[in-house]
Structure formats: C-alpha cells, structure tokens
C-alpha cells in the first residue's frame, strides 16, 4: 500500500508560482506512473499533468501547458509540480495519484491517492 502527501499548496497572486511535492511512502513508488489532478468547488476532479515511471514521459491539460512542468526524483520517492504565471483559475485543492499503469488522463485508473493541497491564486 502507497501512501501519497502532498504539500507546497498555498495563496498566492496572480502571476505567481508554487511549487507542490507529492512524497510517497513506499519505494514501489518509483515503478508506478503518477498524475496531479485538482479539484474546483462544484466541479469535478480534472487532470493536470502526468509522468511515466521513468519520468521520460510527460504530459498536460491543455489548460496549464507551457506554465505547468510535473517531474519526478525516485530515488527521493518524490514527484513535484512547478506552477508559473498562475491564474486565478486554477484555483483548487490538487492531488496527488499513483497507479501500476503506463499513464492516464483518467482519475479512476489511479489506485493510490494523497490528501489534497490547497492552492488559492488572487487577482
């Protein structure tokens, strides 16, 4: 069983960056493909960014393409989501999931899910 934490959510202004940690209990960790989605009020859990295993494949919502980078350090059982030019929009509680697959847009293919950070961005 994979626990997942995350941390490093925050209220921060528009424009701004953050930079959220997903730190895994176990050292399978490193064998399993891993997604932030994130979570509005009254809306329904999306993808943001998604790794491989390896980490040689990366992948975004088109919505945070090009201000979002996700990168993963195994050794530290650590994955990490930079967030730049942060809008007001993309205010929302992020997550943090793990699962025994290649990778997936889809949060029900997950099996391993952290608690949730806050992210608040003010305009």
């Known amino acids: 069983q994979v626990q997942l934490v995350e941390s490093g959510g925050g209220l921060v202004q528009v424009g701004g960056s953050l930079r959220l940690s997903c730190a895994a209990s176990?050292?399978?960790?490193?064998?399993?493909?891993t997604a932030w989605f994130r979570q509005a009020p009254g809306k329904e859990r999306e993808f943001v960014a998604g790794?491989?295993?390896?980490?040689?494949?990366?992948y975004y919502a088109d919505s945070v393409k090009g201000r979002f980078t996700i990168s993963r350090d195994n050794a530290g059982r650590t994955v990490y989501l930079q967030m730049n030019s942060l809008k007001p929009e993309d205010t929302a509680v992020y997550y943090c999931?793990?699962?025994?697959?290649?990778?997936?847009?889809?949060?029900?293919?997950?099996?391993?899910w952290g608690q949730g950070t806050q992210v608040t961005v003010s305009s």
């Open positions: 999931a793990a699962g025994d697959l290649r990778g997936s847009t889809i949060p029900d293919l997950y099996d391993y």
């Open positions: 790794i491989s295993w390896t980490g040689g494949l990366t």
């Open positions: 176990e050292g399978t960790f490193k064998r399993y493909a």
